[in-house]
Structures are given as C-alpha cells and as structure tokens.
C-alpha cells in the first residue's frame, strides 16, 4: 500500500462520518480515528509489518507538523563537510511553489537561515520547509513531486 492510496482511504473515512477505521493486511496495519466534531480533524496511524527475519525497527516519535527539518551531519567520508538537511515531516516533496513558479533552490546557490528550500505537501496542507543553517546548496537529493518519509535527506548543505 502506497502513500497515496492511504491519504485516498484517509479522506474517504473522513467523508464517510466513522469515527474510528481499523484496516489490517498482511504486511500492513492501519487506524483511522476521526473528531466528532466537525474540524475534519483525523489521526493515522500506519504500521508496516516486515515480512520475514528482517531486522525490525524501532518506530520514531511523531514530529508536529511545521517544525524545523532535521539537521545532521552524514556519515560517508566525500559528504563528511556538507550538512543534510532531512524531511520533517511525511508527504510530498515539492520545489516550487506552484508549478508556474521559479524553484525555491537550485544547485550553487547560497542560502541563510529562515530561507524556504521547499514545500511538503501533507494531507492537502503544504509546509513550507525553512533552513535552519547558512550555506551553499551543493546536492538537491529528492525529485520534484515525490513522496518523502520522515527524516529523509533532502539537500546536502556546504556550510563554508
């Protein structure tokens, strides 16, 4: 089950006026809770179920949506300088703000704090994501108009 098809089971718990919706298939578990009241107000929750001796992770606490992206520094020795800044939320990656508009960023370009590098659109609300560091964008790791997970790599950064 893709992302997509659970945002369409989302909206359509949602439309239908159940308050609560319990799905569960082989490799997948799903709960839909939705408020009584009528803000549209609905909690997912999703879990996958690995099939076979795979290694099982451990679940990341939930971010709130709108928060700052993760900022790390990666592992791999070429890439050691640069700064990864991850995916804060789940959804789809965006870098424009529609699509008659100029990207956010581009390869080469300089950035500071608080400069919008993209948008995530997440159940119909689109979070722009801010930087929280200042530099040079040296890689752009994920296409326009693809789902992202949570804590996904998106640019890599040059700090100097």
Do not use: H, W
């Not at 949506?65 to 990656?93: C, H, L, R, W, Y």
């Amino acid at each position: 089950m893709d992302i997509k098809e659970i945002q369409n089971l989302i909206k359509f718990v949602a439309k239908s006026g159940a308050s609560e919706v319990k799905l569960e298939m082989d490799d997948i578990k799903i709960t839909i809770k939705t408020g009584g009241d009528d803000k549209g107000e609905s909690t997912t929750y999703v879990q996958q179920i690995p099939m076979g001796p795979a290694p099982v992770a451990q679940p990341q606490a939930p971010q709130p949506v709108g928060q700052m992206p993760t900022v790390t520094a990666p592992i791999a020795d070429e890439n050691s300088k640069f700064i990864t800044i991850k995916s804060p939320i789940i959804g789809t990656f965006y870098r424009k703000p529609s699509p008659d508009k100029p990207m956010f960023v581009e390869v080469g370009k300089t950035i500071s704090e608080g400069d919008v590098l993209c948008v995530i659109e997440a159940m119909k609300l689109f979070n722009e994501i801010e930087s929280e560091v200042s530099g040079k964008i040296v890689k752009i790791l994920v296409d326009d108009s693809s789902p992202v997970e949570y804590d996904q790599p998106l640019f890599l950064v040059d700090p100097s």
